[in-house]
Nanobody, 129 residues
Framework: VQLQASGGGLVQAGGSLRLSCAAS????????MAWFRQAPGKEREFVAT????????CYAESVKGRFAISRDNAKNTVYLQLNSLKPEDTAVYYC???????????????????????WGQGTLVTVSS
């Protein structure tokens, strides 16, 4: 499995960015895909996750209503739309994949780094005040 994250950059507070995660190497219909982030000196934290097959999502409380995760099956790509950005959103953003999923309920939210088997290289988002 290869995950290639892109789309990071420098943006002013209140602005928007869209991150992309191109996935390859498997059929991902039975996978969970996620975005995590890690700010300097802090631990990696969960941002959002989506089930590739059914499309169910869940979000960290800190980004609910501002960020949106989605996927494009034809392009094998997962997106993270970041709106109303704040300086505290500054971090390296990583995409991750978990699967294939077996014996899990469709609405289970995998929100810990150790849940995930595959990681992309990260893309830096910097939000200036």
């Amino acid at each position: 499995v290869q995950l290639q994250a892109s789309g990071g950059g420098l943006v002013q507070a209140g602005g928007s960015l869209r991150l992309s995660c191109a996935a390859s190497g498997r059929t991902f219909s039975n996978y969970a895909m996620a975005w995590f982030r890690q700010a300097p000196g802090k631990e990696r934290e969960f941002v959002a996750t989506i089930r590739w097959g059914g499309g169910s999502t869940c979000y960290a409380e800190s980004v609910k209503g501002r960020f949106a995760i989605s996927r494009d099956n034809a392009k094998n790509t997962v997106y993270l739309q970041l709106n109303s950005l704040k300086p505290e959103d500054t971090a390296v953003y990583y995409c991750a994949a978990k699967g294939p999923l077996v014996f899990y309920s469709a609405d289970r939210c995998f929100d810990a780094p150790h849940d995930y088997d595959y990681w992309g290289q990260g893309t830096l988002v910097t939000v200036s005040s």
